[in-house]
């Protein structure tokens, strides 16, 4: 069941406002640059998500190779379990770099909200609007990542699974119902943390109007 991408922060294309220094100017203009460095921060979170697809898709491939062997060749489920689990285990690496993404660019984004409280227009309104998608956004992170983590756990006992010679049919068929319970819960919260996203690209676009800052 590979998932579908998740929605990382969009730029906003700016124009002769954007500042080469990332400290000085006006509040309006540091708020700017944080809340760009925000979406910068999550490069490395879009890069993620292509591989831990391709990753899952390879899982299932095997996975589904496994089951069409016969106990009589367990030497080669065993030998396609262990490429699964490593498989596997490179999801979590991935997994662990989307998660230090987005923590950093929810720091990033932190230091923008303060700048705005500084600006001489009142922006309160909008950051505010800003401050609670984001929150959403960011909590909602926090559940997909660990629901997701916990699906990978349970495809690595699947995999494992296999290698148990009195394996029964009943007790395969529970463990892959386990997983597919897991990945239900990661739709789910998916599903909860791109409506966010799209919440928060929308409030920063209106937060920038009210700031004055130009947008192409």
């Known amino acids: 069941m590979p998932i579908h991408k998740k929605t990382a922060i969009t730029y906003t294309a700016i124009g002769a ?33 292509q591989p831990m697809m391709d990753l899952h898709e390879e899982e299932q491939s095997l996975f589904a190779s496994m089951q069409e062997l016969s106990v009589e060749e367990m030497d080669e489920i065993e030998s396609q379990s262990e490429e699964a689990v490593s498989l596997a285990e490179e999801r979590e690496s991935h997994l662990e770099t989307e998660k230090e993404s987005i923590e950093s660019s929810y720091e990033e984004f932190q230091q923008g909200i303060e700048s705005g409280e500084e600006a001489e227009a009142d922006l309160s ?21 660990e629901a997701y983590a916990e699906g990978i756990d349970r495809d690595k006992e699947l995999y494992e699974a296999l290698t148990n010679e009195n394996l029964t049919i009943d007790e395969l068929q529970n463990q892959i119902d386990k997983v597919n319970e897991s990945y239900t819960i990661v739709a ?16 920063k676009t209106s937060l920038y109007e009210a700031a004055g800052i130009e947008q192409e």
């Open 17 to 49: 406002a954007l500042l080469l220094g990332g400290c000085g100017g006006s509040p309006e203009e540091q708020m700017q640059n944080s809340l760009e460095g925000a979406a910068e921060a999550e490069e490395e979170f879009a890069e993620q998500q």
């Open 125 to 145: 309104s909008e950051l505010q609007s800003a401050q609670e998608s984001m929150e959403g956004r960011y909590n909602a992170y926090q559940n997909l990542n």
């Open 188 to 203: 789910d919260e998916q599903e909860q943390f791109n409506t966010y996203t799209d919440q928060y690209n929308e409030a």
